[in-house]
DNA sequence: ATGATTGCAAACTCTTTGCATCCTT
DNA sequence: AAGGATGCAAAGAGTTTGCAATCAT
């Protein structure tokens, strides 16, 4: 884990290591503000801008993905290839895998037909709608009619 | 057009007729800003505050969409589904013809299996890389080295 | 007349940065 | 020792809102 870091050429400090530790183990794709809760209490207390930097230098070295969904942004720790599902009640983001969705030579040539000369390098794809408990929310409130939400 | 707004409930105003006009001819996906600028010198002047209101009504009633891909977001009179391709290098959105990229029953079914009960009303698909210009520009800047930036 | 809409400016949220200090290499 | 990293606070984007005046219906 350390060694990821050294082997991307960032120093190993101490809240580097906690914010990649408490990354690994989250698949709630959560937002700075509540990484930097969780690792308040730390025994490596982590400063605001210091999670908001060390994100982004681990998303340029690949070591993590970023997910600009609108509103904050979300730190996802799985760098493999995947698609999202977002809820649009309570914005929750459940990771897809993506084997059967893998980018087409189809879509390749879609894109190419609108925007010639467009360079595809990665195909993401959000399922936008409802989760489980959000429809039902929504259905006993007011059947039949859309949630609204507003982002950022 | 006015029409369409009163079928949607919102009151005709000399604003929202310059709003609508100004992004149905428009197909660069403009930011507020942009917007709020290219309507500074028109008739009816519009305010900043009234362009995020209106754009805001809009898109709750349908008549128009937010593409919220981090930065500032930016606006798609275009309201039947579609998908995008977006340029790393400039910030570039070009809108995509769905037919062949129809969501898949297939699609759904990745979805159901990793978010039981998940409602799906949208599948977003965005083809992120760099547009030929930029591409272009990258070649020749340092070969073989990937452009980053950043955003918002 | 009535209630939605406008416009301004101020508030807010999210993100980035300057700079002195500290720490990894 | 040297340069990157941290932390604080302050600055910057982007967006939303309170409120009085105005306008569409």
Redesign the pocket.
């Known amino acids: 884990m350390a060694s990821a870091l ?1 082997r991307a050429g ?7 290591l906690s914010i990649v530790t408490a990354l690994a183990h989250d698949d709630t794709h959560p ?3 509540e990484l930097f809760e969780r690792l308040r209490g730390s025994v490596p ?6 999670v ?3 994100l ?2 681990l998303a340029r070295v690949g070591l993590m993905s970023v997910l600009r969904l609108g ?3 979300r730190f996802d720790p799985n760098t493999q290839p995947h698609h999202h599902a977002v809820c649009d009640g309570c914005g929750a983001v459940v990771d897809l895998p993506v084997p059967s969705l893998a980018p087409s030579a189809e879509a390749e040539a879609v894109v190419r037909a609108a925007a010639p000369g467009f360079v595809v390098a990665r195909d993401e794809r959000t399922f936008r709608g409802l989760c489980a408990r959000c429809h039902a929310r929504q259905a006993e409130t007011r059947p039949g009619e859309g949630r609204r939400t ?3």
């Open positions: 050294r960032l120093k190993v400090t101490p809240q580097r937002t700075a503000q207390a982590v400063s605001f801008a210091t908001y930097n060390t982004d230098a509103g904050p942004a507003k982002s950022p």
